[in-house]
């Protein structure tokens, strides 16, 4: 029996337990993770003996401790102009107020040397405007992939011996009991039970489907209705570099003059590579960038999305969002790569016109054609971007730049939360990408932090 219990050690489960452990060192705490300790999680590929993904039981890039944003570039972006929408439940202040007390513990467990960046005061601004463009506003603190790894080790070196964590344990079944909640974890033969009065639920985007199931047997509202689909986009750095160097991280908007949908860019990553992703067992892209200076390479990549909202009477969108992943798949065996020169000639890229290009992919994808995966009016607003971007970064409509596909970005069902983020059981608290009010780690870590000192203030009362 546990006076707290934490389901999911992603950034939303850290923060929880250390903010708790901060506030109220009195009390008992569980955290229960699916995946494995941080040093254990070690994807099987290699790029030799096994080149694409296995299905491992855990995915070691998105389970474990550290969650989803354990191999992350770690980009904390503090704004609420994107990144989730924990302002709608607690206001707009306070959420950024959070994002910044979460970057203040990862500077002081190892984050110190790493850059914080703005766009206060930028030129870029304008230029965007007068192209047709919107910069968001933010600030970002960026860990790359190697420094936020350390920050998490020291995390973990912090927590070890006050909370109790159980690695490799996925909860199956969360019950509502007398005392609180029980939550069921282990396969046949190895069960264990675990009890609390209180429980954080901090599932993130690979336990939707469970997080779903959850909402079900509780009789908990959902609604679910967006799903962002789109390309990853690798160029050489020089032609991002005047957005790079002064953000690291730009985040740009477009209008499509054809269907006036928005198109934004997301995930930027300066001089990085490009990554596949594995959601419930399908194959997608994404991106990562290092601050060591010895793992830089000579691409930028990021990612140009589309966000489709459908309507009644349809419901699934990630389902929608899942077909069209699964299409690329299937006619690439996994990730998709095309040069914007072949997509625009209405050609698929072959691996001798990839390998003549001058941009050389940093991922080992299928050369193919994404006109035939990515719906018509997802595609017509991508090449629209492509050109909308080159009037501000010339060169990014070039034949050579690369197109991934497809990226595919999922969002949780949004359950139905209070100002305290607490769903309709009293003690029962969704946090993170898994409950839909966030899509970001630096959202997901304040929302952990937030939950954190309301249980904390509960049981100071009690
Ligand atoms: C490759 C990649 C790069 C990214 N880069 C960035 C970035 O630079 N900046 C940014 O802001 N965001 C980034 N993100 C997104 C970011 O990682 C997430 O927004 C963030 O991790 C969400 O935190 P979370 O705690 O809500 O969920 P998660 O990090 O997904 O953690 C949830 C945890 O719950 C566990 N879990 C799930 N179901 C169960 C169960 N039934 N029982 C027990 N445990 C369970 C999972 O194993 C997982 O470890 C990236 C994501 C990926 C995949």
Redesign the pocket.
């Known amino acids: 029996m546990y006076d707290v219990m934490i389901?999911?050690?992603?950034?939303?489960?850290?923060y929880s337990a250390y903010e708790l452990v901060m506030k109220r060192p009195d009390l008992k705490i569980a955290v229960?993770?699916?995946?494995h300790t941080l040093e254990k999680r070690k994807c099987p590929i290699d790029g030799k003996k096994i080149k694409t993904c296995i299905n491992c039981p855990?995915c070691s890039?998105?389970?474990?401790?550290?969650?989803?944003?354990a191999?992350?570039?770690?980009?904390?972006?503090i704004t609420n102009d994107f990144?989730g929408t924990l302002y709608e439940y607690i206001g707009r202040e306070k959420a950024l107020s959070l994002m910044h007390y979460v970057d203040e513990i990862n500077v002081s467990y190892g984050g110190g040397g790493t850059q914080m960046y703005s766009t206060a005061g930028t030129a870029l601004k304008k230029k965007c405007m007068t192209n047709g463009l919107q910069l968001l506003e933010a600030s970002v603190r960026h860990l790359g992939t190697d420094i936020n790894y350390v920050v998490l080790e020291n995390l973990y070196a912090c927590l070890r011996d006050k909370v109790d964590f159980f690695f490799d344990?996925?909860?199956?079944e969360l019950i509502k009991t007398d005392s609180g909640f029980a939550a069921h974890?282990g396969g046949k033969g190895q069960e264990k039970v675990f009890e609390a009065s209180q429980c954080i639920v901090?599932?993130?985007?690979?336990?939707s489907k469970?997080?779903e199931k959850v909402c079900r047997d509780l009789n908990l509202k959902t609604r679910s209705n967006r799903v962002d689909i789109g390309v990853r986009v690798e160029l050489p750095a020089a032609i991002f570099s005047e957005i790079t160097d002064e953000l690291y991280e730009g985040k740009i908007v477009y209008r499509t003059r054809k269907f006036e949908d928005n198109v934004r860019t997301f995930?930027m990553n300066p001089r990085g590579i490009v990554?596949n992703?594995n959601t419930n067992g399908i194959i997608t892209v994404?991106?990562?960038s290092f601050e060591d200076e010895s793992r830089k390479t000579n691409n930028t990549n990021f990612a140009l999305l589309v966000a489709k909202h459908f309507s009644e009477p349809f419901k699934d969108s990630n389902g929608y969002g899942e077909s069209i992943a699964r299409l690329s798949n299937m006619l690439g065996g996994g990730v998709i790569v095309q040069r914007f020169g072949d997509l625009e000639r209405g050609r698929r890229s072959t691996p001798k016109r990839i390998l003549e290009g001058m941009v050389q992919p940093t991922l080992k994808a299928t050369p193919g054609d994404l006109s035939l995966v990515l719906p018509k009016r997802i595609l017509d607003g991508i090449i629209e971007m492509i050109y909308a971007l080159d009037r501000i970064a010339p060169g990014t409509a070039n034949d050579d730049t690369l197109l991934y596909g497809v990226e595919v970005k999922f969002y949780n069902m949004e359950v139905e939360l209070n100002e305290h983020l607490e769903t309709a059981h009293k003690g029962l608290y969704m946090?993170?990408?898994?409950s839909g009010v966030?899509?970001?780690?630096?959202?997901?870590?304040a929302s952990?932090v937030y939950v954190a000192d309301r249980i904390a203030e509960t049981f100071g009362r009690a």
């Open positions: 389901i999911g050690a992603g950034p939303g489960g850290i229960i993770e699916a995946g855990t890039i998105m389970n474990g401790f550290g969650g989803a944003g191999f992350s570039d770690g980009k904390y972006n990144g344990t996925r909860v199956e974890a901090s599932a993130g985007r690979s336990g469970w997080l995930c990554v992703e994404n991106g990562h946090i993170g990408d898994g966030t899509h970001s780690l630096s959202h997901a870590s952990g």
